[in-house]
């Protein structure tokens, strides 16, 4: 019978002295099911006497337990680990069958959500805490990286293609978790999209989770992008989604110049290939190697209906970027005391505060007028916060482009002086609606849509009475 990883590890870790790697890689005694007690027992002595117990001390301890001759630390916790996110998993599919025996086929979807989700955690969690002052070769060599690619490129990040927050942030960075807040309708996706197409145009490989829009519906909004941007002229994403007000032939040359032409990748996935989830996010890392990720939105994910599984999720999404370094990018709502505010900080976010706790940046979104909306940088985990700038907001003609303030003030007014024209011309055009109305622009509406009717001669007219009683009827006779 094969020995127990926990035994193996236990016996590893006495043998060579080593309790450091255990506890950088976040082995804890709850990753324990067979030996909880002998590992709680080592925890316990390192903490008291900073050092590995002796086998001696462990057998005095533990006479019971026969210690193996093996030494491979690194290999028994992935075992250790592995086992645990094991038992973690079937322990939860467990309880998913008992509740799709009950019929309750809800509770048995979040209940398999959150099995996926703590055994995929469970796989990933780890910790690195060694000296800066003396193992800092990693930091150095990061240190390096960022350099050279700032000299190279500008940032040391992913552009966003906002360049006061490109500035101010030096693009997204690897492992960062990013939040987009607006009231609905302002214009959250088409953020998330405008950022995803700065970071493929610039060379980089996107993954796009889109869960409350098709595929189509997202690449027709990037494809209006990219017609501004490579385009002989400028492709409306509500004409591609209408079918109309374009020629099909200057689309296919503008598909055919983005294949051409933008460097980087767009993974787009939708809820119609099957439920995203933040099991199912590595799968797609490790599938697309992207360097970045945009999920619209964190809340529309199954099993984040209330406040605990929200910030649940929250943190999970938070580790998947941390541990596979790729930045995620997200969207939320703004909840109701935010609504009507100018005023819409980390307070305000829907749902649950853990957002604003584990995002590193999270940038509110609010429209001025039609064509201006202003973003304000309300939480900068690594630099200043309550910056603001504005764009220029015309997404459907694949424009959303940074301006100074001066300029969005003047776009401003003319916004709203067209408004304040388009109202006059309305009430001045209104007139009261005379009783029947509706019915008589009905009929000549009708009217005018039906071909000409044949007079046809008639010698008599009969008034005839209904059957049962009913309305009496017309009846023509034909002349002869």
Known sequence: MPSSPELLLISAMLRTKDHVTPAARGVCKEMFHGYRDAYEWIESYIARHRRTPSTGAFREAFGEVVLKKVDDVELYIEKVRERHSSIVLKGGLQDVIRKLNSGDVNAAIKQ?????????????????????????????????????????????????????????????????????????????????????????????????????????????????????????????????????????????????????????????????????????????????????????????????????????????????????????????????????????????????DRLGQDADLVINVQQLSRSVIVMEIIKFRHGPDGYKFYLKFDPNHGVMEEITYEQAMDLKDIDDNEMDNRSAEKQKKFVPRQRGSFHKAAVASRSKSLPEAKKIPVKSIKLVNGSGGGKPTVRLRRAP
């Open 112 to 352: 398999l959500h959150s099995a996926s989700v703590a055994a995929e955690a469970s796989l990933m969690g780890h910790s690195n805490d060694t000296d800066i002052f003396r193992d800092f070769g990693d930091i150095k060599d990061e240190a390096f990286r960022r350099k050279k690619k700032a000299d190279e490129t500008g940032f040391a990040g992913i552009p966003t293609g906002f360049p006061t927050l490109d500035d101010l942030t030096g693009g997204i960075q690897p492992g960062w978790f990013v939040v987009i807040s607006a009231r609905a309708g302002v214009g959250k996706t088409r953020s998330l999209i405008r950022m995803a197409c700065a970071a493929a145009f610039s060379g980089f490989t996107v993954m796009y989770d889109a869960l409350e829009q098709t595929r189509s519906e997202i690449a027709f909004q990037v494809h209006a992008f990219g017609s501004s941007e490579f385009g002989k002229g400028v492709i409306r994403s509500l004409d591609l989604a209408k079918g109309k007000g374009f020629e099909t032939k200057g689309y296919y040359e503008l598909l055919e110049t983005l294949r051409d032409n933008v460097k980087g990748k767009f993974h787009v996935a939708d809820s119609t290939q099957g439920t995203i989830t933040p099991a199912t996010i590595p799968a797609q890392i490790e599938k697309h190697k992207p360097d970045i990720v945009f999920l619209d939105f964190l809340t529309l994910m199954e099993g984040t209906e209330d406040h605990q599984s929200a910030a649940n999720t929250s943190t999970a999404i938070k580790r998947v970027a941390q541990h596979y370094k790729v930045p995620i990018v997200t969207a939320a709502q703004i909840n109701r005391m935010g609504a009507g505010s100018k005023n819409q900080g980390l307070e305000t976010l829907a749902v649950t």
